[in-house]
């Protein structure tokens, strides 16, 4: 079991910057990839980045050049998130792959005003 705990978001004014964590506990050893999905009201949940073990990135193509994924160690993934728009409203959920199982987070809500 893997565990997954989100800090970061909140209300921001357009333009502006947050910064999301993830911490992962439990069988941190089996986890491969980490990313950061998200959904808005109404809609599907979608990938906004996912990084690999060994730190190969891939972005959504509507955050490419504003948001930064990273991955400091087995258990720990960040996403910096800047320029930020409107439609960037949603929740935001960590992801991690382990066993060929995905595990998630209870999301953390991210806000961006006009």
């Known amino acids: 079991q893997v565990q997954l705990v989100e800090s970061g978001g909140g209300l921001v004014q357009a333009g502006g910057s947050l910064r999301l964590s993830c911490a992962a506990s439990?069988?941190?050893?089996?986890?491969?990839?980490m990313g950061w999905y998200r959904q808005a009201p109404g809609k599907q949940r979608d990938m906004v980045a996912t990084?690999?073990?060994?730190?190969?990135a891939n972005y959504a193509d509507s955050v490419k050049g504003r948001f930064t994924i990273s991955r400091d160690n087995a258990n720990t993934v960040y996403l910096q998130m800047n320029s930020l728009k409107p439609e960037d409203t949603a929740v935001y959920y960590c992801?991690?792959?382990?066993?060929?199982?995905?595990?998630w987070g209870q999301g953390t809500q991210v806000t961006v005003s006009s």
């Open positions: 992801n991690a792959d382990a066993l060929g199982y995905p595990f």
């Open positions: 439990g069988s941190i050893f089996s986890i491969s990839g």
């Open positions: 990084i690999s073990r060994g730190g190969s």
